[in-house]
DNA sequence: TTTAATGCAAACATTTTGCACCCTG
DNA sequence: CAGGGTGCAAAATGTTTGCATTAAA
């Protein structure tokens, strides 16, 4: 099931929060391209460039509302700052990361989600979430 | 083989650099109790508690040696600072930690190393490192 | 005695917060 | 029109850097 703005709506109005031209905006940019995983300050680039008035405080006010409800997840790209994808319901996935050019591709296998459940029940963890990151160089900068 | 301080030493003649005390007290500190995890801000506070004259400038610079030189890494435990580990030669590992009390396990597991070097290979990305998390409630926590 | 290392304070980068004004419901 | 939302500027964090002084080699 893809998750939609209603969604994000649901969340708000739950909670006796508003919805606004903004939170729209922010969700919008993230939910638009999927494989970008923005950081905040490119989220306000954007919606600068597209002449939004908007400020990186709501931005990260925003952030921290769609990581809250589930609808977007923080991932850690090794950078010092966090970027945001939208999370959608399937299985869990890592990402690839390109040292050198800092292309970002998702990945997921079953086995190691499967792995991690196992290792979770043998040390009587219970899990809510994991991330994986994998560093290394991409197809087209290892060649070089 | 176990990492000791004289491949910090080696590491360290072998650019030019100079081996210090204060480069000897932040090693032990992170080489001592290997399970610790610490951050900066925690290497700097036990460091004046032995009444040591250090500064958290220094440890930073010499946390980024000793990550450079391969014999710490730097980890991820969902906080907005890193923590610090010593990197044994071993299988690569991953974190459970606790969101409840923020103990940290570590794991490893042959089939998830293997299954990461499987997806390299598919999508012909050259491997460095990788690094899981894995957030969840330990048995401690999780029976309240 | 030469060159790097250190402590200190200032600078940085990212993220959060206080406040006066604005907009949604 | 009441209460939350927003932009702006200031504060809070974590980390890095410039500089004068100290200490390895």
Known sequence: MKKRFEDF????RGRGLKVTRT??????????????????????RKLVAKKKRVS?????RTLNLLVKSGL???????EDHSHFEPEWDRTAHGHL???S????????????QDAIER???????????FSIQ????????GKK
């Open 9 to 12: 709506e649901s969340f708000l």
């Open 23 to 44: 939170r729209a905006l922010i969700f919008e940019e993230i939910f638009a391209a999927p494989t970008v995983h923005p950081n905040a300050e490119e989220i306000y």
């Open 56 to 60: 990186l405080a709501t931005i990260y």
């Open 72 to 78: 977007v997840s923080a991932v850690d790209l090794g």
């Open 97 to 99: 990361i390109c040292l």
């Open 101 to 112: 050019c800092g292309r970002v591709q998702e990945f997921s296998r079953e086995e190691i």
């Open 119 to 129: 290792i979770g029940k043998e040390k009587g963890f219970e899990l809510d979430k």
């Open 134 to 141: 994998v560093f290394g160089f991409c197809q087209a900068c």
